[in-house]
């Protein structure tokens, strides 16, 4: 494999100078997103939870600190409302550390297109 003389054959960068593997850890992320639903309601979207984690547990334990509705999706944590002010906080007392939280602020409140 390694004919290439210490090559990384993903990112073709010397092996020294290969951030690769970081990424990949790096991609470990939780990924906190708004989407508007039926009715105008906005619902936070939570992805990115490792497989081990129990979704319903979880659900349970965000809605309960951020006092709102929601439910575990097939691989996602919705709940109801725009929660991405707070959430990062909340998720940080649950064990997973501020540096893993993503924030997807693009979605704007008033974007009525
Ligand atoms: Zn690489």
Redesign the pocket.
């Known amino acids: 494999m390694s004919d290439e003389g210490g090559i990384?054959p993903?990112?073709g960068?010397p092996t020294d100078l290969?951030v690769?593997e970081t990424i990949a850890q790096e991609e470990a992320k939780i990924t906190v997103t708004v989407e508007r639903r039926k009715w105008g309601r906005l619902t936070t979207v939570v992805s990115g939870f490792d497989k081990t984690i129990d979704l319903g547990e979880m659900a349970t334990k965000l809605k309960s600190k951020l006092a709102c509705g929601g439910a575990a999706k097939r691989g996602h944590v919705e709940l109801q409302g725009d929660h991405r002010g707070i959430i990062t906080g909340v998720l940080g007392k649950l064990g997973f550390p501020e540096e893993m939280v993503v924030v997807d602020w693009t979605f704007q409140r008033r974007g009525r297109r």
């Open positions: 990384c993903n990112c960068l290969c690769c």
